[in-house]
């Protein structure tokens, strides 16, 4: 378990990882965690429900703001045999919305679609629509079919009554052809979500060469996309209440998630940059993070 974050999309997002580090179906270039160590499309029981919950009480009891309650982390959460459980046991305790966020790769298979039916938001990913850049950007487990994926999501929208976010990652030179974008457009199409969101590298990906899209280029693709379309962009900064425990343990826990400015890292703790970057040096003295330049700003990562 781990925040609440501030997120771009879900507010003050409380995340609950029910995978291992690293372990996803997909092993993506631009992924902000580095690269997958464990890639794998067999699904487990990866933790213990009435630990989960038993931490979920514990940090509720905090009443600290928590806008959603994000099932994501550190791999793909439906390579957990548990989540439908695990989503109908949250719900049970709390009435703060549960969002999932997952690659989608696993929609083909009739149990994920309805192991999701109870959570309020679920946000996949669709980044190509070709087999040739699928494999190019997402580096997917053997067999996995970007074709049936599609056929997945589109099941899933069909039998799903609450809110689909479908997420595009663009890659400068990879998924941004104008021929591919076609073929995205026309998922999206055939998927038809509430929102898609355009993203691209905004921090440290696993592969240097994993380049962001420009801003003005992403403003013509989402009006190629059309209606519904929308570039998420940093956003403005959303402060937390104070964070009254262990600053250097909260810095280090939302670092072992991903890449973060102070800046970030403040808004997430309700505390001022200042003193973040205080606590920052000292950790980089430490030898416990280490700074990474990207795209003019400086992020922070667990050495």
């Excluded at 790769?105 to 070709?130: C, H, K, W, Y």
């Excluded at 997402?138 to 479908?166: C, D, M």
């Excluded at 209606?227 to 964070?243: H, K, N, P, T, Y």
């Amino acid at each position: 378990m781990f925040g609440p974050v501030a997120s771009r999309r879900l507010g003050f997002s409380l995340g609950l990882d029910l995978v291992p580090f690293k372990t996803c179906t997909l092993d993506c270039v631009y992924c902000q965690l580095g690269r997958t160590t464990h890639k794998i499309i067999e699904r487990k029981g990866y933790i213990s429900e009435e630990q989960l919950l038993s931490q979920l009480e514990r940090v509720l009891s905090e009443r600290r703001r928590i806008d959603h309650i994000t099932l994501s982390g550190s791999g793909e959460p439906t390579l957990n045999s548990k989540i439908g459980r695990i989503i109908k046991s949250v719900k049970g305790i709390t009435s703060i919305p549960v969002a999932v966020l997952t690659n989608g790769t696993l929609f083909s298979q009739e149990g994920v679609r309805d192991e999701l039916m109870n959570a309020d938001v679920v946000i996949p990913s669709l980044d190509a629509a070709s087999q040739e850049v699928f494999e190019a950007v997402n580096r997917p487990t053997e067999g996995l079919s970007v074709e049936r994926i599609i056929e997945g999501q589109k099941a899933f929208r069909e039998e799903y009554h609450g809110q689909l976010w479908l997420e595009v990652m663009l890659v400068k030179g990879l998924n941004d052809t104008p021929e591919e974008l076609e073929r995205i457009r026309q998922a999206i199409r055939e998927i038809s979500p509430e929102r898609v969101q355009l993203n691209s590298v905004v921090r440290p990906p696993a592969e240097e060469f994993a380049r962001p899209v420009a801003d003005e280029r992403l403003e013509e693709i989402q009006r190629f996309l059309g209606d519904g379309c929308e570039v998420i962009a940093q956003g403005g900064r959303r402060v937390q209440s104070l964070f009254d425990g262990g600053i250097e343990e909260a810095i280090t826990q939302i670092l072992r998630r991903r890449p973060a400015t102070a800046e970030e890292i403040a808004s997430s703790l309700g505390l001022h940059p200042n003193v973040i970057r205080k606590q920052i040096l000292t950790l980089e003295r430490k030898g416990k993070v280490i700074p990474v330049m990207h795209e003019n700003g400086r992020y922070y990562r667990i050495s």
